[in-house]
């Protein structure tokens, strides 16, 4: 049976009478799922299957639609857009044990599945021909066994063979390795199918695994050796993870979870993407405070999450994964970024800074929140030191959520990217 997504968000709290089998299976993971004593709510913003059910818990202030078929294809865009996250060089140490999995929580089986049903959708099934040798059918001759199994005639001095062994092939359905390939699918697609727009057909219903898993696994690792199709040497080592990983999910109360606790770095990352990012080369712009003392060692860095230059002018950008509705940057977050263009704009006039950016002579500060109006860009307001106007403004804007996760997952669409710049540079 194929399943449909439960839709929820961060922060957000639910009632224990709606989703008992969620709060039940949850209570353990006080990290991620917080349980009271008639409602819970999730710390926690990713992908969860609890007994083959999925679960999708979006980020804060996410507007999620009341259309089923747009929720699964806001959950397909979240869950892409973790997998693209997982690919990023660098990460928290904090965030490995649901973005990556550990000895509790195996995720493997979510990223897995989608690379598998992806592949099924562009190659199908894999094949393997059975061949068989005769002289009663058709097909191409085998010399080596017709000279060897068959006595010739010779007439006029020719020698002839009145009936050659004859090589044909055919499908071979029984093929281990394609019926653990379509026990596979089968599977993926009855859990995630609904997140790549397929669905459970006759054929894939009736799958089943031919042998145990660890067989399987051992039958696949052989046939690698005989493989040499960079397609097919991909697929098996993905079905090996796969069987592994489901294998891993049963020993551990058939729970799944793919997510995170600190959205607020994928937001960056997200952020960072849409604005065209150019902090990693331009940080030495940035001056680190530093410690002078014969006592004590100190060191203090500085860096702001996204440096964007449009049209002459240097942008810094503080990506917050806040709710702006109730929640602002308080005075530390507000005066580091004041701090921030007040070193940046006297570097700027010094020899280096003109080398990096010889042509910027402003620098702008703006923060950027999560949104859910259906504009890309959307003014928030200012935030400013009442009568010194050295210090400058940080001016705050809502980015559209589901527009920025789905470009920063599939990374297709630079027409939007340069326009939500455009609009960053009037309004800011």
């Known amino acids: 049976m194929e399943m449909s997504p439960i839709c929820l968000s961060d922060s957000q709290l639910y009632s224990l009478y709606m989703f008992p089998q969620i709060a039940e299976y949850l209570k353990n993971y006080p990290d991620i799922c917080v349980v009271y004593n008639h409602t819970f709510q999730f710390k926690f913003t990713g992908v969860l299957i609890i007994n083959n059910l999925p679960v999708i818990v979006f980020p804060k202030n996410y507007k999620i639609q009341e259309s089923l078929q747009i929720q699964i294809e806001e959950a397909s865009i979240l869950t892409r857009t973790l997998i693209r996250y997982r690919n990023e060089p660098v990460h928290e140490i904090e965030e490995n044990r649901y973005l990556f999995g550990d000895s509790a929580n195996c995720n493997a089986r979510i990223t897995t599945a989608i690379r598998i049903i992806e592949d099924y959708k562009m190659y199908g099934y894999l094949h393997r021909n059975l061949e068989t040798f005769s002289t009663t059918r058709k097909g191409k001759v085998e010399w080596a066994k017709t000279i060897n199994k068959t006595i010739p005639s010779i007439n006029h001095g020719r020698v002839a063979y009145s009936n050659p062994v004859m090589k044909s092939s055919r499908d071979d359905s029984r093929n281990t390795i394609c019926r653990i390939h379509r026990y596979i ?55 090996i993870a796969y069987l592994r990983a489901k294998a891993g999910v049963e020993q551990n109360f058939n729970k799944e979870i793919l997510g995170t606790q600190y959205f607020s770095f994928v937001w960056e990352a997200i952020c960072g993407y849409m604005f065209y990012n150019k902090y990693p080369v331009l940080n030495s712009l940035v001056p680190q405070p530093e410690w002078e003392s014969d006592i004590v060692e100190g060191r203090i860095s500085q860096r702001p999450d996204v440096f964007t230059v449009h049209k002459d002018v240097l942008y810094i950008l503080d990506a917050k994964y806040y709710n702006f509705n109730s929640n602002l940057p308080g005075w530390h977050d507000v005066v580091k970024q004041m701090f921030y263009r007040h070193t940046v704009m006297l570097n700027l006039k010094t020899p280096h800074g003109r080398r990096m950016l010889p042509k910027s002579t402003e620098v702008k500060n703006a923060f950027l929140f999560p949104g859910s109006e259906k504009t890309s860009l959307q003014y928030v307001g200012k935030v400013f030191v009442k009568g010194i106007d050295d210090l400058g403004e940080v001016k705050a804007f809502a980015v559209n959520q589901r527009d920025a996760m789905r470009i920063y997952a599939y990374r297709n669409d630079d027409v939007y990217r340069n326009e939500i710049v455009n609009q960053l540079a009037t309004q800011c």
């Open 185 to 239: 699918v089968s599977d993926a697609v009855q859990i995630w199918g609904w997140l790549t727009g397929m669905h459970i057909d006759y054929e894939m219903s009736e799958a089943t695994m031919p042998c145990p898993a660890e067989d399987g696994i051992f039958v696949l690792q052989q046939e690698l050796r005989n493989v040499y199709v960079q397609r097919e040497i991909g697929l098996i080592k993905m079905m």
